[in-house]
């Protein structure tokens, strides 16, 4: 199994900040099976990036992807107020499937 | 409008059986790898079952083999999730989710919370 750490924890920001989010894996993930998802109270989570560096359907520029082999970041050039919220790493590529513990995105 | 949108949880006791339905729409839904995810209160995002296309195959995860079992009606348009020997540690938010090995979960249901407790 894929281990996904994510790091770190919790971010406090400020809108307009960079947010830089990482996630390593303990083995190398596949063909760079790599997605991001931002998770908000009460909402269903939404795909961010897939293929560690791919902007999913009508995500925002801000939003980048990057990385390779077992070390992947997620970056959010200016954080908008909407931002605010748990992003989680997940790779799809070898069964079982598994996610990161979650990066929370906090108001600072 | 490309949805989907799961119905069924509810407060069950221990040792006790549910059933989740997701109806999907908007979208071709027999060509789609669809999956439940789960998120315990607290806690992250756990995919605990998968279905292939055709239902040929199926993915467990170890903490629910044996007691969960997933199915699709592609004339319908619908994924189940029959959970059964409910324990407390089952309880979560159940997401019906478009997605699975080799391809990112890039749609996802509002979810449906199952709370087992006596």
């Known amino acids: 199994e894929i281990v996904l750490t994510q790091s770190p924890g919790t971010l406090c920001l400020s809108p307009g900040e960079r947010a830089t989010l990482s996630c390593r894996a303990s083995?190398?993930?596949?063909?760079?099976?790599l997605g991001w998802y931002q998770h908000k109270p009460g909402q269903a989570p939404r795909l961010l990036i897939y293929?560690?560096?791919r902007r999913a359907t009508a995500i925002p520029d801000r939003f980048s992807g990057s990385g390779s082999g077992t070390d992947f970041t997620l970056t959010i050039s200016r954080l908008e107020p909407e931002d605010f919220a748990v992003y989680y790493c997940q790779q799809y590529g070898s069964s079982p499937l598994t996610f990161g513990g979650g990066t929370k995105v906090e108001i600072k | 409008e490309v949805q989907l949108l799961e119905s069924g949880g509810g407060l069950v006791q221990p040792g006790g059986s549910l059933r989740l339905s997701c109806v999907a729409s908007g979208f071709t839904f027999n060509t789609y790898i669809m999956s439940w995810v789960r998120q315990a209160p607290g806690k992250g995002l756990e995919r605990v079952s998968g279905?292939?296309?055709?239902?040929?195959?199926?993915y467990y995860a170890d903490s629910v083999k044996g007691r969960f079992t997933i199915s699709r009606d592609n004339s319908k348009n619908t994924l189940s999730l029959q959970m059964n020997s409910l324990r407390a540690d089952d309880t979560a938010v159940y997401y019906c989710v478009r997605g699975g090995t080799g391809t990112p979960f890039d749609l996802w249901g509002l979810g449906t919370l199952v709370t087992v407790a006596s």
């Open positions: 279905i292939s296309t055709g239902s040929a195959s199926t």
């Open positions: 083995q190398s993930v596949s063909s760079s099976y």
């Open positions: 293929g560690a560096s």
